[in-house]
């Protein structure tokens, strides 16, 4: 097991920087989740610490030992990959065994080892199949199972449940999380599904365009999102995004006056007539009956202030039901989450309570967060 410390890593491809000032610490033990869209540098991150890719600039620590010009076979950590990656012609009990037939190591401790890493892997009565005859989430068990084997100092994981059905990516994410538990091995994982970065992770390293935009715990990260582009990524239904023009007292939302509270209007620094873009999430959004004045009024001591909107898409999900609403005159969607029993259609319309105790406001140039202040 190892710490992990990246200094400054740049690296670039011909006239294209992939990644660009990559600085962070993992402490020894520790889940790190790399997480970001498609082309974000997440991956190449995770190639240049296992040395199949070089930095152009940069340092990069392993435990106490400065990696930058140890080859891959040499820094003593194991990589599973998104296609598993495994040998077709040999046995299950094989591919676990490969990395340690490399190494030389005697045989009868290859076998120990084998049988207990299979044991922990639900692997041990499938030791003579190959994988033909295995489904995914076996060869991604068995892909792991050879990682495991070897005790690196570190494991990388490139997207590895991304080839598997719903279920079985559920299923795998809770053994995977189990695993490091007992293992306890320091474990970088990069992925584009944000549950799995928020299920999985003791930190996330959010990426945008190679750069990092937030590092933190998955709960400070959601409550607390550093910009426009943290907050839209992460949380499933997204944060939901509304352009405004602040009027001192109000916001003004597609021509909809949104009363802002003293307490919200004491923390703003912004100018009269300013656009900005406004963050709520849907859990944060409530429905009410537009012939209901004296609850809208209610609901305003609490805090809580609306609009009004037309019902647009309505997505039952059992538990949950997930409505799509536009304000008049927009294009755009709002989500709202609402309990599995709330019946609406499309063409309804409906009075929002935005709780504004979680309202967030971003710059529209940079989309950094400026309100909540902290």
């Known amino acids: 097991m190892a710490k992990v410390l990246l200094e400054n890593i740049k690296r670039r491809f011909n006239n294209v920087t992939a990644v660009e000032d990559i600085t962070f610490e993992i402490p020894d033990g520790e889940f790190w989740v790399l997480v970001g869209p498609s082309g974000c540098g997440k991956s190449t991150i995770l190639r240049t610490i296992a040395g199949l890719e070089m930095a152009t600039s940069g340092n990069l620590f392993i435990g106490d030992r ?42 009868k401790k290859i076998q120990e080892r084998v049988l207990t890493v299979a044991r922990s892997l639900s692997l ?25 084997a070897r005790e690196p100092q570190l494991f990388l994981l490139d997207e590895p449940l991304s080839n598997l059905d719903a279920q079985l990516r559920d299923d795998t994410r809770a053994e995977l999380k189990q695993l490091h538990q007992q293992l306890g091995i320091t474990t970088i ?14 930190k996330i390293v959010v990426l945008n365009r190679g ?5 933190g715990d998955p709960q400070s990260i959601y409550a607390l999102p550093a910009n426009e582009m943290v ?43 300013q656009i900005c873009n406004l963050g709520i999430r849907p859990e944060h959004i409530s429905i009410g009956n537009i012939n209901e004045p004296q609850r809208r009024r209610e609901r305003r001591e609490e805090n809580l202030e609306g609009l009004f909107v037309e019902v647009k898409v309505v997505e039952p999900l059992g538990r949950e039901t997930l409505i799509r609403v536009s304000l008049p005159g927009s294009s755009g969607f709002i989500n709202v989450q609402v309990g599995g029993g709330v019946r609406l259609h499309p063409g309804e319309n409906l009075h929002l309570h935005l709780d504004l105790n979680h309202l967030f406001v971003f710059e529209t140039g940079t989309g950094e967060r400026i309100f909540p202040v902290v």
């Open 231 to 273: 907050a839209s990524f992460l949380g499933n239904p997204p944060m939901n995004i509304l352009p405004a023009i602040y009027k001192g007292d109000n916001f003004d939302i597609s021509g909809q006056l949104l009363a802002i509270p003293e307490n919200i209007k004491a923390g703003l620094n912004l100018h009269p007539e």
């Open 124 to 148: 041990e009565h499938l030791l003579d199949r190959k994988p033909k005859q295995l489904s995914g989430g076996q060869q991604q068990r068995v892909a792991l199972g050879r990682a495991i």
């Open 211 to 215: 750069r990092i935009q937030q590092i």
């Open 66 to 107: 400065l990696v930058n010009d140890i080859p891959a076979r040499a820094r003593d950590v194991a990589m599973v990959f998104q296609n598993y990656a495994l040998y077709p012609h040999k046995t299950v009990a094989q591919n676990i065994a490969f990395g340690l037939e490399m190494r030389k190591v005697d045989r």
């Open 189 to 202: 994982y990069v992925t584009h599904d944000q549950v799995e970065a928020m299920t999985l992770a003791d």
